[in-house]
Nanobody
Framework: QVQLVESGGGLVQAGGSLRLSCAASGRTCSTYAMGWFRQAPGKERDFVAVISSSSRAASYADSVRGRFTISRDIAKNTVYLQMNSLKPEDTAVYYC???????????????WGQGTQVTVSS
């Protein structure tokens, strides 16, 4: 079983930055694509960003493009999400996910982390 463990969440003021990390271990789940999703209270889980194993392919939600950057360290089996110019509407639980294809649909991902809270104050 692949385990995904997120870290780096916290409380930040609007305009600030945070860097999330997600470390993967185990082999059962494909980690070709590793992505980030987020879920605000009372809302559905939304796609944020995804990156391929080679880092050659990446995709972002319109709401975060230009502010967030996804990156990956294959040697460490870790994916990062650098979040700059944070807004109160970025407040959510952020989840790391791993799966076999680059996709924006959460249903294509086989493994999920436990989530890390990001709170942006105005």
């Amino acid at each position: 079983q692949v385990q995904l463990v997120e870290s780096g969440g916290g409380l930040v003021q609007a305009g600030g930055s945070l860097r999330l990390s997600c470390a993967a271990s185990g082999r059962t789940c494909s980690t070709y694509a590793m992505g980030w999703f987020r879920q605000a209270p009372g809302k559905e889980r939304d796609f944020v960003a995804v990156i391929s194993s080679s880092s050659r392919a990446a995709s972002y939600a319109d709401s975060v493009r230009g502010r967030f950057t996804i990156s990956r360290d294959i040697a460490k089996n870790t994916v990062y999400l650098q979040m700059n110019s944070l807004k109160p509407e970025d407040t959510a639980v952020y989840y790391c996910a791993a799966g076999p294809v680059i996709a924006r649909s959460s249903s294509t991902y086989d493994c999920w982390g436990q989530g890390t809270q990001v709170t942006v104050s105005s």
